[in-house]
């Protein structure tokens, strides 16, 4: 794979990121005018899946419930 | 049958030829030398079970040192009567996984992988002439497996062969007509091969593939600002 290509794959992956940090924030009724804007662009991004926004919302839930579970005091 | 290293029946004609080749091979380059045809079924199930050659593939690298030497050794197809079919590693076609099974044991410095019995039929499968379907017949009636259920699983794990030939293979036989044949003979019902095998196969690469939300990228482009509270919830 060329360097520009894995650039670019690494985009949308970042990009998909964000909009899956966006979609969780919306999820929790905490959008601002700057997400909505933000996701205006991540939608019209052809980079950017309902795939990789799949990904990104069950690897930003599964660090927090991985932190959530280091923090538990031990029995 | 017990497909282990140490039941290798060496003292077959496979198993003296395939132990003389590396005997004699250099010990340097070491060789993978992987094992198919009817020689796994003749060193592991029955040694009576013969056939004219035993055919093997080394890796990419190996095969034109390998397919040398034996030629060198008057081993090859026209030079003894049992001979040994050095064939190209593209020719080998069974199940994604076959590696898996197959037994793999270390002799003179050299490696040999045995295919699996059940992937030997996969292979035979494809061409299915009368020798292969008694193949098939030796392996059932001596281990009792695969079963009917058994080798529909199996199949499953090679649904790439049900694919349409390129016109260039116009020598390999149809998979589809040879399932069905197959299974006339040994379970005595007739097959829907493309109900049977090859849809639950590809539902199962579907699953695969398809399991995230497909409406997310919608969703965002539907993402508001919350609405101000209205005073009259208040």
């Given at each position: 794979m060329s360097e520009n290509c894995s650039r670019t794959l690494d985009r949308s992956w970042r990009k998909s990121r964000i909009a899956a940090r966006i979609l969780l924030r919306h999820e929790a009724g905490k959008t601002t005018t700057r997400d909505v804007r933000l996701a205006e662009l991540l939608a019209a991004d052809k980079g950017v899946t309902s795939r990789l926004i799949d990904q990104a919302i069950h690897g930003i839930r599964g660090r927090a419930y991985r932190l959530a579970n280091e923090r538990r005091p031990a029995a | 049958m017990v497909f282990a290293a140490e039941h290798i029946d060496w003292q077959t004609n496979a198993g003296r030829l395939l132990d003389r080749l590396v005997a004699k091979l250099p010990s340097a380059p070491r060789l993978e030398i992987n094992v198919f045809g009817s020689a796994p079924l003749q060193l592991f199930i029955e040694r009576t079970f013969v056939s004219e050659d035993v055919d093997l593939f080394a890796t990419e690298d190996g095969w034109l040192l390998l397919e040398r030497f034996v030629t060198e050794q008057a081993w090859g197809k026209g030079q003894t009567e049992f001979y040994i079919q050095v064939c190209d590693p593209l020719a080998f076609k069974s199940t994604f996984d076959w590696r898996v099974r197959a037994i793999e044991v270390e002799r003179h410095g050299h490696l040999f992988r045995f295919v699996h019995p059940w992937d030997v039929l996969v292979s035979k499968l494809q061409r299915l002439e009368e020798k292969d379907l008694n193949a098939f017949r030796l392996?059932?009636?001596?281990?009792?497996?695969?079963?009917?259920?058994?080798?529909?699983?199996?199949?499953?794990?090679?649904?790439?062969?049900?694919?349409?030939?390129?016109?260039?293979?116009?020598?390999?036989?149809?998979?589809?007509?040879?399932?069905?044949?197959?299974?006339?003979?040994?379970?005595?019902?007739?097959?829907?091969?493309?109900?049977?095998?090859?849809?639950?196969?590809?539902?199962?690469?579907?699953?695969?593939?398809?399991?995230?939300?497909?409406?997310?990228?919608?969703?965002?482009?539907?993402?508001?600002?919350?609405?101000?509270?209205?005073?009259?919830?208040?």
């Open positions: - | 392996v059932v009636a001596k281990t009792g497996h695969p079963t009917e259920g058994e080798f529909l699983r199996h199949l499953q794990k090679a649904v790439d062969l049900y694919r349409p030939k390129f016109d260039e293979e116009t020598q390999s036989g149809d998979m589809t007509v040879n399932t069905r044949i197959l299974w006339r003979e040994l379970w005595g019902r007739d097959i829907d091969p493309r109900a049977e095998i090859i849809r639950p196969a590809v539902e199962r690469t579907n699953r695969a593939h398809s399991d995230f939300d497909p409406t997310l990228k919608g969703q965002l482009a539907n993402v508001k600002i919350p609405a101000a509270p209205s005073s009259e919830n208040y």
